[in-house]
């Protein structure tokens, strides 16, 4: 069984950092991509930052280029979001997913690609 754990939400201030981790079990993620998706209130979900199985593409939604950075550890099937100079729209439910496609070279932005999902972590930025 596929599972996905996040962590690293929590509250913070206009301007600061957090750093969100995605730990998989089950599945070789390292043949995959994967993404962090977010969903704020009363929003759908959206798609922020994607990596490719091997780390070489990366690709960002418009409004967190340069303040989001997407990695992968995958001797520790580990996926992280780094994320600087948060705003109080960035408020949401931040979940990670792992795409279907084995080795595809590309990142895929919808969520209807994404097989296996996590629970999600808040994060809420206070302005």
């Known amino acids: 069984q596929v599972q996905l754990v996040e962590s690293g939400g929590g509250l913070v201030q206009a301007g600061g950092s957090l750093r969100l981790s995605c730990v998989a079990s089950g599945r070789t993620v390292s043949n995959y991509g994967m993404g962090w998706f977010r969903q704020a209130r009363g929003k759908e979900r959206e798609f922020v930052a994607g990596i490719s199985w091997s780390g070489d593409s990366t690709y960002y939604k418009d409004s967190v280029k340069g303040r989001f950075t997407i990695s992968r550890d995958n001797a520790k099937s580990t996926v992280y979001l780094q994320m600087n100079s948060l705003k109080p729209e960035d408020t949401a439910r931040y979940y990670c997913?792992?795409?279907?496609?084995?080795?595809?070279?590309?990142?895929?932005?919808?969520?209807?690609?994404?097989?296996?999902w996590g629970q999600g972590t808040q994060v809420t930025v206070s302005s």
């Open positions: 997913a792992s795409e279907g496609t084995v080795h595809r070279s590309i990142v895929i932005t919808a969520a209807g690609f994404y097989d296996y």
